[in-house]
């Protein structure tokens, strides 16, 4: 037997999602055996016959029992369950590799699997799927934190290496921080395009994916390499009556089409602008207050200011 033989190993696969297709497909192209999925929705099975072609789909207990590398990508609140009946039947085995990508779990989630000699570790790439080979590339420039007990934390970080990413360890303390910070980095992101996009619809703008996206790319490159520095707009300039006409605006199209969600977003996410400016040194306190005062005028949350720096994060 070659080397290349000895590390491959057989990967089973519980829950044919967007991620576990995706993880699936990657492994199986850095060397290593898909040897069964389960897929338990016809979505499910489509997408395991497409990124992971002649792969079996196999009961959950054939798959525990076959797997070398069990890759659990089930929901966040399913994960905790599943192992838990798993380790009760007594289906890991000693050097199993059981592997979890849920952003909020660290290693402890999978402790009934240790206690029966498993391989315990946490991947979590910093990736929105969506389950199609488009994230195949992306997966590959994407990082992916690894938790584990330090003894077998090469074998995750090794695993990442394999698939092209890079590894960025995160402590099982810092689990709950480090996911917070990606879901408000992706989805409230999401969130705000979306309503951005809705405003210019109902203005008559026909393609607003169009008229967004140079900006948004823009945004995002600068704040990335220049950090808070990159802030710019109404509020870091400090011009309050900008900030006034796009409160009305956005009140009257409220009113119109009784969705007021993009208004409360815009203000408590001006008032977190507000703090990171004055930070900033862009606009002075007094400024800061007087924008305060503006959002906090008919807000609909019941939010107080509390000062100049109420808001920043």
């Known amino acids: 037997m070659n080397h290349e033989d000895a590390t491959r190993l057989g990967v089973g696969i519980i829950g044919s999602g967007r991620v576990g297709a995706v993880m699936g497909n990657a492994l199986r192209a850095a060397g290593h055996a898909v040897i069964g999925v389960s897929a338990g929705s016809e979505a499910s099975r489509d997408r395991a016959e ?3 072609p002649d792969v079996p789909v196999l009961d959950v207990e054939t798959i525990v029992e076959r797997a070398e590398l069990l890759l659990l ?3 966040d609140d399913v994960l905790p369950e599943l192992v838990q009946g798993l380790a009760d039947l007594g289906r890991f085995t000693p050097g199993q590799i059981v592997v979890h990508c849920a952003g909020r779990y660290g290693t402890e989630v999978l402790r009934p699997a240790a206690a029966l000699g498993a391989i315990t570790l946490a991947l979590h790439p910093a990736l929105s ?9 992306r997966l590959r420039e994407s990082t992916i934190a690894v938790t584990a007990p330090k003894p077998v ?32 980095a992706s989805n409230h992101t999401v969130v705000v395009l979306s309503q951005a996009a809705e405003v210019l619809r109902e203005i008559g703008v026909e393609d607003p994916a169009r008229v967004l996206s140079s900006l948004v790319y823009a945004s995002v ?39 007021t969600d993009t208004l409360e977003t815009y203000r408590a996410l001006a008032r977190a602008t507000a703090g990171r400016a004055l ?22 949350d019941g939010d107080a200011a509390g000062g100049p720096g109420a808001g920043s994060a």
Do not use: K, M, W
């Open 73 to 75: 990508t089930v929901p």
């Open 129 to 137: 799927f969506t389950g199609t080979s488009i994230d195949l590339p």
């Open 50 to 52: 497409a990124l992971l």
């Open 153 to 184: 934390l090469p074998i995750g970080q090794a695993l990442v290496l394999e698939i092209g990413a890079e590894p960025v360890v995160v402590p099982e303390a810092d689990r709950t921080l480090y996911h917070a910070a990606l879901s408000h």
């Open 279 to 300: 930070r900033n040194g862009t606009i002075t306190e007094s400024t800061v207050l007087g924008i305060l005062g503006l959002l906090d005028e008919g807000s609909t």
């Open 221 to 259: 490159g600068n704040v990335l390499q220049s950090g808070p520095s990159a802030l710019t707009g109404p509020v870091s300039r400090g011009d309050v009556s900008t900030v006034e006409a796009h409160l009305a605006g956005l009140a009257e199209l409220a009113a119109e089409t009784g969705a």
